[in-house]
């Protein structure tokens, strides 16, 4: 779920494919509108206007593009106010791969105002940047091994930005949130660790699945959802 002002949402339903715009009274008291509408998506499928598993979403605020993580399609899908929709990143027929041309299963997207792209691509266990029309990504986060070291993920969830560009990602399955410089070298770059890497758990100094990421620019705070608990 995705918060557009105080008077709208937009909901992803990964069951149900599309991706709903619905109104609310204010923000301490939401509630379902009957008058929602489909922004994107349009039954399950690989066809551009369609979804499969619709995970992360994204609207950046100076455009107003609408980003969409579309799962199970191995690409991000993007929506223009216009209307229009066009693949991002990955392949547009929704082939996943390995390579820098294509994704797997990616959960999570941001942009910026020029169109490009950061895709945590939970399969391959790295971070690419796609930029605008660009038929290929880079990684610019993780090696693309599964593991526990520090230029490692263990299935990264969530990207954003924190102030000075650095990348933020949730690295569920190694309990830990990890932060990365805005610049990256395959052979040197790692990550730093900025919350839990203490194993999984209940207690403070511990993370359970960390799912979700949002940075308050303003307070300099990050919150943290777990995903289970």
Request: some cysteine; charged content about 20%; overall charge negative.
């Amino acid at each position: 779920m995705l918060k557009v002002n105080d008077n709208a949402l937009i909901i992803a339903r990964e069951q149900g494919q599309p991706v709903y715009k619905q109104s609310s009274d204010c923000p301490g008291n939401l509630k379902w509108s009957t008058r929602a509408t489909t922004v994107i998506g349009n039954g399950y499928g690989s066809h551009f206007d369609q979804l499969s598993l619709p995970s992360g979403l994204f609207i950046e605020a100076k455009t107003q593009i609408l980003y969409v993580s579309d799962n199970t399609n191995n690409r991000i899908q993007k929506r223009y106010p216009t209307g229009e929709i066009k693949t991002a990143a990955g392949k547009a027929d929704g082939t996943g791969g390995t390579t820098l041309d294509k994704l797997s299963n990616p959960v999570d997207v941001v942009a910026d105002e020029n169109e490009n792209v950061l895709v945590a691509d939970w399969n391959n266990q790295r971070i690419q940047f796609w930029e605008k029309d660009a038929q290929i990504g880079e990684t610019i986060a993780g090696n693309g091994s599964k593991g526990e070291a520090l230029n490692e993920f263990s299935y990264p969830s969530r990207v954003l930005f924190d102030s000075k560009k650095n990348i933020i990602v949730a690295d569920t399955q190694n309990q830990r949130i990890t932060r990365w410089p805005p610049t990256y070298d395959p052979k040197t770059s790692t990550g730093t660790i900025m919350a839990g890497g203490n194993g999984g758990g209940l207690n403070p100094y511990q993370l359970n699945n960390p799912f979700g990421l949002f940075y308050d620019e303003l307070n300099q705070i990050f919150y943290i959802s777990n995903h289970d608990s």
